[in-house]
């Protein structure tokens, strides 16, 4: 099986869905491999009250017949969602698909937080693009103060952010995300550090790993 296959993500999406229980609220995530956890969790045929980080998933999960609400909750018990990049510290690079701000408020909020990816994503260290959303008020200001930041082509997000990357060289992930989140105009960064993170299901071929990162 070639790497990055859609069944790695499929594997690696089970595994994760296995994790959820009948009663829970779950934070569902966005992108290629949720597309995968959403049919296994419908499968599961359990009673959940889901949080949707996107329109997208939002859409798909409602029909599939998931109880999705509004995200008027402070815990939920699970998280699931995708990573562009994984390093072997646990730290993640999401927002490939623009929902990284989301994405961070579901996971921070949840009391286990899963990343489900196929085998082209772990790195060993972490490399440029990292994924902004910055507010537009004053974002020629921003992005001069940010200097190695590049506008993306995509529509502003659901909260009105402007979609950006960082796309210059870094070596600590720790000193960016402190740089990033100290900058006024900053919504939200991509840089999720391991103490976010619970467990990672990386599927390699007919096998998935579970490691598991920071229990909490
Ligand atoms: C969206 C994300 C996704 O989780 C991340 O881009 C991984 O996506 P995919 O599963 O399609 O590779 O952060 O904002």
Same mark, same amino acid.
């Given at each position: 099986m070639p790497a990055g296959t859609e069944e790695e993500k499929q594997r690696a999406a089970i595994a994760a869905a296995a994790l959820v229980e009948d009663g829970m609220t779950v934070g569902l995530g966005t992108g290629s491999t &949720? #597309?995968?956890?959403? =049919?296994?969790?419908? !499968?599961?045929?359990?009673?959940?009250?889901? +949080?949707? %980080?996107? =329109? @997208?998933?939002?859409? $798909? #999960?409602? @029909?599939? *017949?998931?109880?999705?609400? =509004?995200? %008027? &909750? $402070?815990h939920l018990d699970i !998280?699931?969602? *995708?990573?562009? @990049?994984?390093? =072997?510290?646990?730290?993640? +690079?999401? *927002? !490939? *698909?623009?929902?990284? %701000?989301?994405?961070?408020? +579901?996971?921070? %909020? $949840?009391?286990?937080? &899963?990343?489900? !990816?196929?085998?082209?994503?772990p790195v060993r260290a972490l490399h440029p693009p990292i994924p902004l959303e910055l507010l537009a008020f004053g974002l020629e200001s921003t992005l001069a103060r940010l200097g190695t930041v590049q506008r993306r082509g995509v529509p502003i997000s659901p909260d009105g952010g402007v979609i950006a990357d960082f796309i210059g060289e870094f070596s600590d992930p720790a000193d960016l995300a402190r740089r990033l989140e100290s900058t006024p105009g900053m919504v939200d960064h991509g840089l999720f550090p391991p103490d976010m993170v619970s467990i990672i299901f990386v599927a390699q071929g007919q096998s998935v790993e579970r490691r598991d990162v920071s229990p909490r």
């Open positions: &949720v #597309a995968y956890l959403l =049919p296994a969790l419908a !499968a599961r045929d359990l009673s959940l009250r889901c +949080v949707a %980080t996107s =329109p @997208q998933t939002e859409w $798909a #999960a409602l @029909q599939l *017949g998931l109880r999705v609400e =509004p995200f %008027t &909750v $402070a !998280a699931i969602d *995708g990573a562009d @990049q994984i390093s =072997p510290e646990g730290w993640l +690079v999401k *927002g !490939a *698909g623009a929902a990284h %701000t989301r994405e961070k408020l +579901v996971a921070a %909020t $949840a009391e286990r937080f &899963v990343v489900i !990816a196929d085998s082209t994503k």
